[in-house]
């Protein structure tokens, strides 16, 4: 061990035993000091837990690299301090607070409540758990300046986190969101949080802005008669244990559905997510009480929400009538296709309207939008890039819905997140619509398939710890900027988009012009001849270095649907082999 290292820890632990702290996390400090094994006091101190550019997440517990009040406080300490210099003749700042399912959720809302009141700030509190969209709503709907949700939306039950939005509902971005860093990395020492809150600074908000919400909800129905025809649809929903429960079940009732089957044991509200290893809808464990209960059912459609349910997952019965996960790509185009369809057949498309998605979501999205007549936005991954393009439309162009790989999607305005009570209501009318049209959902994806042709994604990731690895994911980068290949399973690469110089190079005309985006990212993108797209990116957050595979192929009909699969896997092996991941 570094001895080094484990001095500074105990400086830094030592300074917390004789702080200003609760007796409760002093004893938690001692023990860890104590024990022989100095791994956990180490891991709890070696460094200040980052408020980045998403706000906080991390794992709970005693000291400086932990979620706790004391790491929570300084956040919002810091937040209040950057709402006062940026709103200094309002007569009254107001934030929303909104918290998940997990553990010390509510105690984290509680104390982040009374330091903004106490620092003059008028707080709406959700009086319990609410979904993640649902607090963007707020905001908007109060016209604050600001918000935070507690939440580390499908991290592991040992984890904790604090997601900050702005005045328009959507999470920080340029200047704001490393300015409040800023703000926050002043905040020197415990004393300088104002932990004493102003009673009278807070109130409870619930059921009316719960009505409000799902009344906003039902205005996105693009297919009433559809539904009428179809209300018993049989919907197997849940939650996972988090705040869907609250509100996507009565939003699907409001919405026209009579026939919602839940999963009793994933009913129950947990921050120890009993049922499952992870509650992330991306995996496949994670669906599998629901698809068993749809099996028992005889079932038209699996939804499931992540914990803070702003994302959805869902499952469906292929040409074999066997249960399928959906991923978040096809998730993506079944609601693009259904939206922009449903609006032209309306009559709703007038020449502005757009679309958003992230540049490693499918490129098939942007040709449904290019044959409907619909202009379509790529954006930085993460949902704040969306919101940032809607805020910078506002007025001017019409919003249809954005979306990306991850199983985000927000198919309205009155949100600036991605909103998974939205989404599954919406994905029940595609589902009932379908089913109008003599389709099932499986038959629906098929048919895109076909008339936009194949695409098939994967993800990959290269892991690498430590520096060694960190500075082996940098060469790796650098490399793939001096020596771009120059071709990719046997086709030429005719594009290259740089994110991090903002240049795209057209090797086919060997032009080369400026991509233009709100900011740099450590990004780049080679596209080939044969249609194949690959994304490169060091992952912000873990000692990783992410390649996005996307490969077209083609599909005449829906009996062609395994082959062109099995194609797009050989394809995708080859892509791999030619980039040795």
């Known amino acids: 061990m570094d001895n080094q290292v484990l001095n500074d820890v105990m400086k830094r632990a030592q300074a917390w035993l004789s702080g200003n ?16 094994d100095k791994t956990e006091l180490i891991e709890s101190f070696y460094r200040d837990l980052e408020f980045g550019t998403g706000g906080l997440r991390g794992i709970m517990g005693a000291g400086t690299n932990r979620m706790n009040i004391y790491t929570v406080g300084a956040a919002t300490q810091g937040l209040s301090n950057y709402l006062h210099k940026q709103f200094p003749s309002l007569a009254q700042i107001s934030v929303v607070i909104g918290h998940d ?70 999470q920080l971005v340029p200047p704001h969101d490393e300015d409040v860093i800023t703000e926050v990395l002043n905040i ?6 104002k932990f004493d809150g102003n009673k009278a600074l807070i109130e409870s908000i619930g059921e009316d802005v719960d009505k409000l919400f799902i009344e906003n909800i039902k205005t996105i129905s693009l297919s009433p008669d559809a539904i009428a025809r179809n209300s018993d649809l049989k ?49 496949p464990a994670a669906l599998e009480m629901a698809v068993k209960k749809a099996i028992a059912t005889d079932a038209d459609i699996v939804m499931a929400s992540d914990p803070d349910a702003d994302r959805l997952g869902i499952a469906v019965k292929n040409e074999k009538n066997e249960w399928t996960l959906v991923n978040g790509n096809q998730t993506a185009l079944l609601f693009i296709y259904y939206l922009t369809r449903r609006w032209k057949e309306l009559g709703k498309i007038k020449d502005n309207e757009y679309i958003v998605k992230t540049i490693v979501t499918t490129e098939i999205i942007k040709e449904i939008a290019d044959k409907s007549g619909v202009e379509c936005y790529d954006c930085f991954t993460g949902f704040k890039w969306i919101a940032a393009v809607m805020r910078e439309n506002e007025g001017i162009k019409t919003y249809i819905g954005g979306g990306e790989e991850s199983y985000g999607f927000l198919p309205e305005t009155f949100v600036r997140d991605k909103d998974a009570v939205s989404s599954c ?139 062109a699969d099995a194609a797009a896997n050989a394809k995708v092996e080859a892509v791999r082999a030619s980039l040795g991941v």
């Open 21 to 36: 702290y609760n007796e409760e996390t002093k004893t938690e400090i001692s023990r860890m000091m104590e024990a022989e």
């Open 101 to 170: 399912c997990r553990n010390n959720s509510r105690l984290f809302a509680e104390v982040s409540a009374n330091i903004f009141s106490a620092n003059g700030i008028k707080v709406y509190l959700f009086d319990a758990l609410r979904p993640t969209p649902e607090i963007s709503f707020a905001i908007r709907h109060f016209g604050c300046q600001s918000g935070i949700i507690l939440t580390a939306s499908h991290n592991p039950k040992e984890y904790n986190g604090y997601k900050a939005y702005w005045d328009d509902g959507g």
């Open 188 to 193: 020197a020492n415990v004393d300088a949080i």
């Open 235 to 283: 919907i197997v929903y849940t939650p996972i244990h988090g705040t869907g429960v609250k509100l996507i079940p009565r939003a699907l009732r409001e919405y026209g559905f009579t026939n919602i089957i839940n999963v009793p044991e994933q009913d129950v509200v947990s921050g120890n997510f009993p049922t499952v290893i992870s509650p992330n809808p991306e995996e």
């Open 425 to 563: 209501t919406l994905m029940a009318e595609i589902a009932a619509w379908a089913k109008d049209n003599g389709k099932t959902m499986f038959e629906l994806l098929q048919d895109i398939y076909i008339e936009f042709g194949y695409g098939k994604e994967k993800g990959i990731s290269v892991v690498r710890k430590g520096k060694s690895g960190a500075e082996e994911i940098a060469q790796i980068m650098n490399n793939f900027r001096i020596n771009p290949p120059k071709e990719i399973a046997g086709s030429p690469v005719v594009l290259i988009k740089d994110y991090k110089t903002l240049t795209k190079k057209d090797l086919v005309s060997n032009t080369e012009t400026p991509l233009v985006m709100p900011a740099t990212s450590n990004v780049i993108q080679y596209f080939t001849a044969d249609g194949t797209k690959i994304s490169v990116r060091p992952s912000g957050t873990e000692p990783k270095i992410k390649f996005y595979i996307e490969v077209r192929g083609e599909m005449k009909s829906r009996a062609d649907y395994n082959a």
